[in-house]
Structure formats: structure tokens, C-alpha cells
């Protein structure tokens, strides 16, 4: 028997028919996995409405960072301009009690002459430290009454003044920075009462 034995036809034939068509099972797998364009337009609606979200977002915090800015900023505006507020409050009775007493200290005596000169140098400083500090008097006689700034202690009937007209000021009002310290204590003009027509008629007669 021959060492070179042939291979039988019929077993190459089987052989080579078991061999799978490869590149047509690739193709048709990539078409079965890939997006139809419905898919992909739903896929981009999805995309584009996050992006959307997010834009909303980062506009929202944006816009909030912004208040807070402005917030802190208004807040230590206010704090520095009216840090001196309390303090501030607490010296009007001091610069009162001066005024006050320069007023009662009459007489011709040197002592108080003296008392009247270095009182009113000591209002002087007062009023000084208060123009620089942006403290400003409230001292309306002959002024239309204010009530954000003035407080009606009485009303008086004057001839010859409008009504409403401050004509006098028991205690002087003071502002800071434009805010309210303390209101002026006014006197008020009234419109004077006339007499009735039976009482004149009266005094007339009489």
C-alpha cells in the first residue's frame, strides 16, 4: 500500500461546504445594531433638552450669585454708613444738656462769661465732629411741617403764618446720612379762629 493515499472527493467536498460566509453575518449584524433615524432623532430631542436643563441652570445660579453680590454689598454700604448710628444717638442728650445750659447761664459775671464761652466752644466741636461724620440738624422754624422729620409737640393759631408753618423748635431734630437720628419737637402754625357774626355784632354794639 502506497504512503501518499489519496483524500477522498467526497470528504473535501464536506469540508469545504461547512465554511461560513463570514462578512455576510458581519453586515447583517451592524444593521440589525445601528439606530434607525427615528432613533436618532429621538436620541438628539433628548441631547438638546438636557443641554437645555443645564443652560437654565448654570443661567439660574448665575443670576443668584449676582443677588448675593449685590445684597453683601448694599448690607456693608448700609453697615459702614450707619455705623455710627448708636453712637451717635447717645451724644444728642450730651449736646441738649450743653445747649441747654449756655441758654440758662444769664447774668454779666465773669465767671459766667467763662462758662458761656467754653460752652460754646464745646458746641462748636460738637457740631464740627457732626458735619464731619455726615450729621446733619434738623431746624425747620419757618418751614413747612415735615412729618418723616418733625413731631408736632402743639398747635398754635399766628396771625400773618401760613398754616402748617413751623413757628417754633422745643428740641432740634439730627439726620445721618440722610436717615433719621432723631425728629424735630415742633410748634405748629394754625389757621387763627374767627370770631362768629352774633358776637361781633355784640362787641360792636357794646
Known sequence: MSNDQEVPETQVETGAN???????????????????IEELKQQL????????????KAVRAM?????????????????HRFALE??????LPVLD????????ATGDSPEVEK???????????????FAKFNIETIDPVGQPFNPEHHQAMSVQAVE????NTVV????????LNGRLLRPAMVVVAKTPEKPDADTQSIDEQA
Do not use: H
Open 18 to 36: 461547512t465554511e461560513e460566509p463570514v462578512g455576510e453575518a458581519v453586515n447583517e449584524e451592524q444593521l440589525l445594531s445601528e439606530p434607525t
Open 97 to 104: 444738656s450743653l445747649i441747654l445750659g449756655l441758654q440758662a
Open 160 to 163: 400773618g403764618v401760613e398754616p
Open 86 to 91: 448708636g453712637f451717635a444717638k447717645e451724644l
Open 115 to 129: 462758662f458761656r464761652v467754653g460752652t460754646e466752644l464745646t458746641i462748636k466741636q460738637f457740631e464740627s465732629v
Open 63 to 79: 443670576a443668584e450669585m449676582e443677588n448675593l453680590k449685590r445684597r453683601t454689598q448694599k448690607d456693608l454700604e448700609s453697615a
Open 168 to 175: 417754633n423748635v422745643f428740641q432740634k431734630g439730627y439726620l
Open 45 to 56: 430631542a433628548e441631547a438638546e433638552q438636557k443641554a437645555q436643563e443645564n443652560w437654565d
